[in-house]
């Protein structure tokens, strides 16, 4: 599957915006599907992910309550609605998938296979 990660850009903080991943290839519904993001000088971290097949979402502690995951199977496509931003999440924002991905691994970089190209996302003050 090939993925292509948008809709960053710059926010004030206390915005909101909503990145989109598209994906090609088949069987997109076999695919759990994250969002993880990385700041200048700092490690990446997982922000939140939906699950293959009946869409379980989970969240990082850095999207809870502010985000919300949501994915669209027959357009596959997952989106990120972030809300109440602040310039704490400024980073460039990174969509992954893998197919029938353990519970376990979900906020797990490393068992993503597929990566798309990254958006940026700049909260100003």
């Known amino acids: 599957v090939q993925l292509q990660a948008s809709g960053g850009g710059l926010v004030q903080a206390g915005g909101s915006r909503r990145l989109s991943c598209s994906a090609s290839g088949r069987a997109f519904i076999n695919y759990t599907v994250a969002w993880f993001r990385q700041a200048p000088g700092k490690a990446r971290e997982f922000v939140s992910a939906v699950k293959y097949g009946l869409g379980t979402k989970y969240y990082g502690d850095v999207a809870k309550g502010r985000f919300t995951i949501s994915r669209d199977n027959d357009k596959k496509i997952v989106y990120l609605q972030m809300n109440s931003l602040e310039t704490e999440d400024t980073a460039v924002y990174f969509c992954?998938?893998?197919?029938?991905?353990?519970?376990?691994?979900?906020?797990?970089?490393?068992?993503?296979?597929?990566w798309g190209q990254g958006t940026q996302v700049t909260v100003s003050s």
């Open positions: 992954a998938a893998a197919s029938f991905l353990h519970d376990d691994y979900y906020g797990t970089g490393q068992y993503y296979n597929f």
